[in-house]
């Protein structure tokens, strides 16, 4: 793919851009603010040549546009330009809170950043007490984890704003399975798991200060 983008204002310049497309069609679109021209095509290292300017010559044909404000502009098409486009857009939203006096009473809409797909709701119990949190997610299983020194009841949802619920409070009731569990000096302690957890976790992370003071910390959680 080779592509040309322009401003409509003198004090915005032309780029010009190569790169490799996983779909694409040549011809030319003008969105108010600048205009694209795209060239396509699909041998090895086909796209040599820069795609052409966009053309500034009005073709008599006109389109709604918008503007941030209003969809009701008026742009005037050019060049080959022969159809109207209609677009969208949508941010994945969920509710986000953390609260450590029960539900999240005061939970607000938050804005996911790209790449977060999913809603949590999550419910961490402690000898302490109780603490419940809401926010977006890369990624995540609704189930429980137990790591021993608290237990963690997990919610996931990927539609907007779908984690409204509380998780659950993490089940006390044991269920005959047990796991091996750390506790900062030995990763030989026997877990007791509960409600539905049936898996065993064994998992590895480097925490605090330089490699060569480096601690390791080994959790071996039931799912």
Request: proline share 4%; net charge positive.
């Amino acid at each position: 793919m080779s592509l040309t983008t322009m401003g409509q204002s003198d004090d915005m310049h032309k780029i010009k851009v190569k790169d490799c497309f996983a779909d694409c069609a040549n011809g030319s679109i003008n969105l108010g603010i600048v205009k694209s021209s795209v060239a396509c095509c699909n041998t090895d290292r086909c796209n040599v040549q820069d795609a052409p300017d966009p053309s500034n010559v009005p073709n008599g044909k006109t389109c709604y546009s918008c503007d941030g404000k209003s969809c009701l502009n008026i742009l005037s098409c050019s060049g080959s330009q022969d159809r109207c486009l209609k677009a969208a857009g949508h941010s994945f939203n969920c509710y986000s809170c953390v609260s450590l006096m029960g539900s999240c009473t005061t939970k607000k809409v938050k804005t996911c950043p790209s790449g977060l797909s999913k809603c949590v709701s999550l419910t961490t119990t402690t000898e302490a007490g109780s603490i419940k949190a809401k926010d977006c997610a890369v990624d995540c299983a609704s189930g429980s984890m137990n790591v021993g020194t608290a237990k963690n009841s997990l919610v996931c949802c990927n539609t907007d704003k779908c984690n409204t619920q509380d998780a659950p409070d993490p089940a006390n009731v044991p269920n005959g399975k047990t796991c091996y569990s750390c506790d900062g000096q030995s990763c030989s302690n026997i877990l007791s798991c509960s409600g539905s957890e049936d898996l065993c976790f064994n998992g590895t992370a480097n925490i605090g200060g330089p490699v060569k003071s480096s601690k390791r910390l080994y959790l071996q959680i039931y799912l």
